[in-house]
């Protein structure tokens, strides 16, 4: 083992009910060129946000509509509700976690009101982003569930 330990493989699972896209196809350039890491999005059809691995709760933004969190294996993550959902300044996104908090995988993070936001003209495309440089390869596409396992694979 050299100096640089590699990070402990973890099994993530999807913190959103919606459909899974590549990050390729967000309506943000800042997201789908990658400029803050590879990652993917879920079209987000159910207000409840999860966390996706357990670990620490790095960055929870006012508003509610994003959040990082590091694993407890080193993977550090950045979950980002909708498209400019900063907009709505908290209005829609009821918060359960707070920066510093531990979370379990599986947790809920947020609870967004999917009505609400729509009605206000707002993407739910919702991008997950590691920001530690992983290579992201999607495992499945289309439906998924808060919870599904086997989403993607991290390189």
């Known amino acids: 083992m050299g100096l640089f330990s590699r ?3 973890e099994e993530l699972i ?13 309506p ?3 997201f789908s060129n ?9 079209e987000l059809s159910d207000g409840k946000v999860i966390a ?6 790095t960055a929870a933004f ?5 959040f990082g969190l590091k694993s407890m294996g080193g993977t550090e993550l950045l979950i980002h509700i909708g498209i400019d959902t900063v907009s709505l300044n908290g209005q829609g996104f009821q918060v359960f ?5 531990n979370v379990k995988q599986g947790e809920l993070l947020v609870q967004v009101d999917i009505d609400y936001v729509r009605a ?3 993407c739910l495309t919702s991008p997950v982003i590691f920001t530690g440089g992983e290579k992201v390869c999607l495992r499945k596409r289309g439906a998924v569930k808060a919870g599904d396992k086997g989403i993607v694979q991290l390189d």
């Open 7 to 9: 990070k402990k493989k």
């Open 14 to 26: 999807s913190p959103m009910t919606g459909s899974l896209i590549p990050i390729e196809q967000v």
């Open 28 to 30: 943000d350039p800042v």
């Open 34 to 42: 990658k400029v803050m890491g590879d990652g993917f999005a879920v």
């Open 52 to 57: 996706p691995v357990s670990g620490t709760v």
């Open 62 to 66: 006012p508003t509610g509509h994003a």
């Open 97 to 101: 976690v707070k920066q510093g908090d």
């Open 120 to 122: 206000q003209g707002i």
